[in-house]
């Protein structure tokens, strides 16, 4: 595929797609159509505006942070934070299982993805309108009951995004524009961090969060709009198995692969780290009586934990991805006994044990963020390793399904939390993380 077949493009754009895609691999296309090879271009920066919108969304209403700190804000239960992450991760997982085959069965697909859109946009302006209209367990509920919409839309987002951009990007390309798009990302979280944390916004209260919500929406939207201009050609419809039916029938690995289990079963303890996040967040609101700035300071710490972590632990997952987990489980479980020991065993005419200021919160959630994307990319690295090119896909459909139910059941903490105190459900959480790994230590190297 030369230059002069593709589609037109402005010339200013046409050199950057050179530019970013490289010379001469942007020429070539050996795994979509003729006619999908001409719209590539084009179609490239429709999936990095999209994308980077989508991300941008996601950011803005994180669960495991903006969410979290609005749920302290509103006065609601401790309860509810605890059910903010299991919803998020698990509501985006098990929507997989049932909607892969009716989108297989559609020849254009690019719909599923930009309802996705629509419907993660509505979720999220729902909660800015609950932001201004409701507290206390009012509040949770509807935040949880609008969260579970985001999170399904979001399970919509997934699947349709994963085959569109097979159908419409070649190879080589594809995670050169995933890549650009988290990184565009990345660099907007880092500003909006920045911004929060030296803005003066003590009078605007809950005013933040609708705004956080309502661009959130509104990223969403332009999102979707942006997605409808991609040019897809009809795709297979025959071989869309149902994901539910394949992960029943493979269920069985865990008790027939030993290995397996035994990483199924690591993975479950390690899910703890993304437990643990929102609880963290609350010890910060509270102790810091609702301070923006700590916000914004929690978000920096938020994005500069991925970024700063992720290469190394890549590049560790590649020595041994079993040592990752290891080392990422004990990092977060020597970081939740230290804050609870702290938090007990403080004197008793202090107010908070933590309270020194933001920026001890900031360095917690970044040791827990660095120990988080370490699970992430390790127990991601082990399952690859471990598996064969026949097994992968059921050892995937297998544990995520797995995991997507337990994370439901991961809730839990949340009323552990409201009981018996934030830090009792983090000490149970590093708990958690300690067991894993030790469970990690004793898995084989893959």
Request: contains cysteine; charged residues 15%; hydrophobic residues 55%.
């Amino acid at each position: 595929m030369t230059e002069n077949t593709r589609d037109p493009l402005p010339r200013p754009m046409l050199a950057l797609y050179e530019t970013i895609a490289g010379d001469e691999d942007a020429r070539v296309c050996k795994d979509i159509p003729e006619e999908a090879c001409r719209a590539q271009p084009a179609n490239f920066f429709v999936h990095l505006i999209a994308n980077t919108l989508s991300k941008i969304g996601d950011e803005l209403a994180s669960a495991r942070l903006v969410l979290a700190w609005l749920l302290g804000a509103l006065g609601a239960p401790a309860a509810f934070a605890g059910f903010l992450v299991p919803i998020r991760e698990s509501g985006s997982l098990l929507p997989q299982l049932v909607v892969a085959a009716s989108i297989r069965r559609r020849a254009i697909r690019k719909g599923f993805w930009i309802l996705g859109s629509v419907l993660s946009g509505l979720a999220v302006a729902g909660m800015a309108i609950v932001a201004v209209t409701l507290e206390g367990a009012a509040a949770g509920w509807a935040i949880l009951g609008l969260l579970t919409l985001f999170a399904l839309a979001r399970g919509l987002n997934s699947v349709a995004s994963k085959d569109v951009l097979g159908k419409t990007i070649a190879k080589h390309q594809r995670g050169t524009v995933m890549g650009y798009a988290a990184s565009a990302a990345g660099f907007f979280t880092l500003g909006l961090g920045v911004y929060l944390t030296l803005a003066n916004l003590e009078e605007a209260g809950v005013g933040v969060f609708v705004a956080l919500l309502l661009a959130s929406a509104g990223a969403w939207w332009v999102a979707g709009a942006t997605f409808a201009r991609l040019r897809e050609t009809p795709g297979a419809t025959a071989g869309g198995a149902n994901a539910v039916v394949e992960a029943l029938r493979s269920i069985r690995l865990l008790w027939t692969d030993r290995a397996f289990a035994h990483f199924v079963f690591t993975r479950a303890l390690l899910m703890s780290t993304a437990l643990a996040l929102p609880f963290y967040v609350l010890l910060a609101e509270d102790a810091t009586s609702g301070d923006l700035g700590t916000l914004g300071l929690l978000i920096l710490a938020s994005g500069l934990a991925s970024a700063v972590s992720a290469p190394v632990w890549g590049r560790l997952s590649d020595r041994s991805a079993r040592g990752v987990l290891i080392l990422s489980g004990l990092l977060a479980a020597a970081l939740g006994i230290a804050v609870a020991l702290a938090i007990w065993f403080a004197p008793a005419d202090t107010d908070h044990a933590l309270v020194p200021g933001g920026w001890v919160f900031a360095a917690l959630f970044f040791l827990l963020g660095v120990s988080h994307a370490g699970v992430r990319l390790g127990r991601k690295t082990y399952l690859v390793d471990m598996a064969t090119q026949e097994t992968r896909a059921a050892f995937t459909a297998v544990s995520n399904t797995v995991i997507g139910a337990l994370l439901l059941v991961g809730g839990l903490f949340g009323l552990l939390a409201q009981l018996a105190g934030t830090e009792v459900a983090i000490f149970v959480l590093a708990l958690m993380s300690l067991s894993g790994a030790v469970s990690a230590a004793l898995m084989r190297e893959a």
